[in-house]
């Protein structure tokens, strides 16, 4: 058999060395690297298929939690993919009821936690509100701020509070604002 006097460029795949390959099919710059990448393959086989042992002995289990009202934390972690920091913050919180029966023997309740985890319904998007129609009064109509605190006998800032709080219109026009005189005159006049 002949020698190949070709050299490729490549990049080890376990490495990540650049080398010079004398064939195609070369993955690897060294014998070492080569089984390296063979021990983590098998690993990682053996991981997959353990953990889907687990899932195969543990489903039996999960239904049965599934079923019961109240559940350890390590349980809750397991049915729910939560944290055990996050289930306790929550218990001291007062979110979530939890009974502590001893040592390592706390005990929540199934259904607070599926109801605080469960999907959040998203609202229905509303028409887009209309813009509110800005009223157009006759400064006949209307008294100033100083007026309405002279008339009836009350502080500026009482009478701005008012207005806020009972979203009264007003209209500024230079360095005086407006409000309509029959809404004023209805709310302070009963006061």
């Not at 009202?69 to 972690?77: D, F, G, N, R």
């Not at 929540?108 to 157009?136: D, N």
């Amino acid at each position: 058999m002949g020698v190949s006097k070709l050299r490729l460029p490549k990049v080890c795949e376990h490495c990540g060395k650049a080398f010079e390959a004398k064939t195609v099919t070369t993955r690897f710059c060294s014998n070492a690297c080569n089984l390296a990448s063979l021990r983590n393959r098998k690993k990682q086989a053996l991981e997959e298929e353990r953990k889907q042992q687990i899932l195969q002995e543990s489903k039996a289990a999960i239904a049965e939690i599934q079923t019961r009202p109240y559940i350890s934390i390590a349980e809750a972690v397991v049915l729910f993919g939560i944290s055990k920091d996050t289930i306790r913050r929550l218990i001291r919180a007062g979110k979530i009821p939890a009974v502590n029966l001893g040592e390592r023997l706390t005990r929540i309740s199934r259904t607070h936690i599926e109801a605080m985890f469960t999907a959040v319904a998203v609202p229905e998007e509303k028409p887009q509100e209309q813009q509110p129609v800005k009223l157009q009064y006759e400064p006949s109509e209307c008294y100033t701020i100083k007026e309405v605190s002279e008339k009836y006998g009350v502080s500026l800032s009482t009478v701005d509070k008012t207005i806020r709080r009972n979203s009264i219109p007003k209209r500024q026009v230079g360095k005086c604002v407006y409000v309509p005189k029959a809404m004023i005159d209805k709310i302070l006049a009963g006061k």
